[in-house]
């Protein structure tokens, strides 16, 4: 079954004509831009930065001018070739610098050499004896190192192939951000297909402070996800490629999986038959571990909350424990079903139901909210905007060095992330009923 590519949300913002009152966009672009990179390559250079200050401060500043730029560029003309050249001069800049937010990427690299090795990364934890004759310079940074990898086949297959290029964490974050800015390119086209700004698409999605942040700096690998979700929803009118790429999302982070039944809904068994051909494609060469290669997907049900939203008011009802956490993914696949039953079309339902796990899952990680960034960015959305920066409160109580997160966040803190998020969400679903319930007419 084919579709057409989605229609531009309500909020969506057209290019605008060239204006003689507006001028050009360049001038407004350069000075944000260069300013938010100096901000950010001070955050990652800061000798001992601690939190909330300075490095928070620093943060927030530079997603004020992120913000600024969005809200000026609407009536300026011009302006892609210095968002393009900006953003990427700020992942240049941020390249070089040590990832200190996260110790994941060296689980990213152990993987990788364990596989070059020929051990199968689900079979061994890096403590275990099997392992003893496999040491690495950043042995004592990995995180969790008596558990057996939770990530993803297609990701491992990353893993191996940033093995095979030398194993060094720029080779990795230089794979990511490959997908990256493919990752906005494909924005691109998706925004021109359906009438929507591009110019302001890539100004949301590559200046995104959260996204320099924790791809050119801490190396997380979320780009690759974020481009399988944008291949998705390009190749609406080609259900089996579709599905390849929303099942490829999920086999890079496993929570990206909720989406596909939504997406089926409308696009048929063809879909579905692209999702099960990545999944056995991806997953064949770990085949030998058996159901512990999808360990990684029901790790949620015992790491302890973190930064968690809905989920709080949840735990007053149902104390947290499998109980609560199944009523979680029970809502969650709730929301996918009833996008699936309203046959949304691909960008809606990924919109509806990243954004579903996010309001409910009891960890949030600030990386997690860049699963979103792609079709916030398309659709304008501002409480999703807004959590890409806020979410960076999480690192309140980060050390100085990887893996030393405290998982329990303040509770002031939480707070400050999720009700002005909370908010804008009330405020956009009563204009959503507003439009979609018209109030009856007043009768003299």
């Not at 890096?126 to 042995?139: D, V």
């Amino acid at each position: 079954m084919n579709e057409p590519l989605d229609t531009p949300a309500p909020d969506a913002t057209p290019d605008p004509p060239p204006r003689s009152t507006g001028g050009p966009a360049w001038p407004i672009l350069v000075p944000a831009g260069l300013l938010q990179g100096v901000l950010l390559v001070c955050l990652a250079w800061w000798p001992g930065a601690t939190f909330p200050l300075p490095a928070s401060a620093l943060f927030f500043v530079a997603f004020a001018l992120y913000a600024l730029a969005a809200w000026r560029i609407k009536d300026a003309i011009g302006g892609t070739v210095s968002i393009w050249v900006l953003a990427v001069a700020m992942r240049i800049a941020l390249l070089p610098a040590t990832p200190e937010l996260s110790g994941e990427i060296y689980r990213y690299l152990w993987d990788g050499q364990a596989q070059l090795a020929g051990i199968n990364p689900y079979l061994h934890p890096p403590a275990s004896t099997e392992m003893a004759g496999l040491r690495t310079p950043w042995q004592a940074l990995l995180e969790h190192p008596d558990a057996r990898s939770v990530h993803p086949p297609f990701a491992q297959l990353l893993f191996l192939a940033v093995a095979l290029a030398g194993g060094a964490i720029a080779q990795a974050k230089l794979l990511w951000l490959g997908f990256d800015l493919a990752t906005a390119w494909i924005l691109g086209r998706v925004a021109r297909a359906t009438g929507r700004s591009r110019r302001l698409t890539w100004l949301l999605y590559l200046w995104s402070p959260l996204l320099l942040v924790e791809v050119a700096w801490n190396g997380h690998m979320e780009p690759v996800a974020l481009f399988a979700m944008a291949v998705a929803v390009l190749l609406a009118r080609a259900p089996m490629g579709a599905g390849v790429a929303a099942g490829l999302a999920a086999l890079v982070r496993w929570p990206l999986g909720f989406p596909i039944p939504a997406v089926s809904g409308r696009l048929g068994s063809r879909f579905l038959g692209g999702v099960v051909l990545a999944g056995v494609l991806a997953t064949l060469p770990y085949a030998l571990a058996g159901p512990d290669v999808l360990a990684g997907a029901f790790t949620a049900l015992s790491t302890p909350p973190r930064l968690e939203g809905l989920f709080t008011l949840l735990t007053a009802v149902v104390p947290d424990g499998p109980v609560a956490r199944g009523v979680v993914v029970a809502f969650v696949a709730g929301a996918a079903v009833w996008a699936a039953a309203g046959r949304f079309r691909t960008e809606r339902s990924l919109f509806w139901t990243v954004g579903a796990f996010l309001l409910l899952t009891p960890v949030l990680n600030p990386w997690y909210a860049l699963w979103i960034l792609p079709m916030a960015a398309l659709r304008v959305s501002l409480p999703w905007l807004l959590l890409t920066g806020v979410v960076f409160l999480g690192y309140w109580n980060v050390g100085a060095a990887p893996g030393t997160v405290v998982p329990a966040v303040p509770g002031t803190v939480r707070l400050a992330v999720w009700v002005p998020v909370l908010l804008l969400l009330l405020r956009d679903a009563d204009r959503y009923w507003r439009t979609r319930v018209p109030l009856p007419p007043v009768r003299p």
